[in-house]
Nanobody, 125 residues
Framework: QLVESGGGSVQVGGSLRLSCVASGDTIGRYCMGWFRQAPGKEREGDATIYTGGGSTYYEDSVKGRFTVSYDSARNTVYLQMDNLKPVDSAVYYC?????????????????????WGQGTQVTVS
């Protein structure tokens, strides 16, 4: 079970750090992705990390603003979001892929992921 937390309301230019804890599971040696879904839009990928080595992949619009990381000891994946914009307002989900896709844009395709958290709301205004 994946459980996200850390969402909330923040002003433009502010920061938030989202956390995703794998409860009763492990994040070890998997691709763990962060996705967002805004009202009326499809879910889209922002960032993914391979927890077996630390490789990362980001969607272009978040490069330089978002940082994905993990802490194996805490069984937790993080998404540090800086310089937030109103367009970043969405429900954010973490997800786990049982088999990492080919490195590259496939890392941000939601169909490649098998387990999902319940989401946490981020509002930027």
């Amino acid at each position: 079970q994946l459980v996200e937390s850390g969402g909330g309301s923040v002003q433009v230019g502010g920061s938030l750090r989202l956390s995703c804890v794998a409860s009763g599971d492990t994040i070890g040696r998997y691709c763990m992705g962060w996705f967002r879904q805004a009202p009326g839009k499809e879910r889209e990928g922002d960032a993914t990390i391979y927890t077996g080595g630390g490789s990362t992949y980001y969607e272009d619009s978040v490069k330089g603003r978002f940082t994905v990381s993990y802490d194996s000891a805490r069984n937790t994946v993080y998404l540090q979001m800086d310089n937030l914009k109103p367009v970043d307002s969405a429900v954010y989900y973490c997800a786990k892929a049982l088999v990492c896709p080919r490195y590259g844009p496939d890392w941000l395709i939601q169909a490649k992921y098998h387990y999902w958290g319940q989401g946490t709301q981020v509002t930027v205004s």
